[in-house]
């Protein structure tokens, strides 16, 4: 099982910016798939799910300007974040957990994508 994240990059205040995860080794369609982030200094925090239901659970960081999608036929879930702030400069992750459950949690997830860098200038 590998996810690899990817679409990260320098952004100005208010651009956009859309992250790819891209599955191999397994399916993403049975399973919960979720957006992290790490800021420098700070903890890693849950950005938003998606379930195999494709139900969706979002955190307060997401709400109003994120979006999580998939494409099964691609193997691949995306975020797409609109309207960013500088404070949303992070580290990106994906993360699966093999059950169609939502959680914001980073101990529920067992696979790990690598990260992927968002710097967002003011």
């Known amino acids: 099982v590998q996810l690899q994240a990817s679409g990260g990059g320098l952004v100005q205040a208010g651009g956009s910016l859309r992250l790819t995860c891209a599955a191999s080794?397994?399916?993403?369609?049975?399973?919960?798939i979720a957006w992290f982030r790490q800021a420098s200094g700070k903890e890693r925090e849950g950005v938003v799910c998606i379930s195999g239901t494709d139900r969706i659970l979002e955190t307060e960081a997401a709400k109003g300007r994120f979006t999580i999608s998939r494409d099964n036929a691609r193997n691949t879930v995306f975020l797409q974040m609109n309207s960013l702030k500088p404070e949303d400069t992070a580290v990106y992750y994906c993360?699966?957990?093999?059950?169609?459950?939502?959680?914001?949690?980073?101990?529920?997830?067992?696979?790990w994508g690598q990260g992927t860098l968002v710097t967002v200038s003011s």
């Open positions: 993360a699966a957990r093999l059950v169609n459950l939502l959680s914001s949690r980073d101990q529920d997830y067992r696979y």
């Open positions: 080794g397994f399916h993403l369609r049975p399973h919960s």
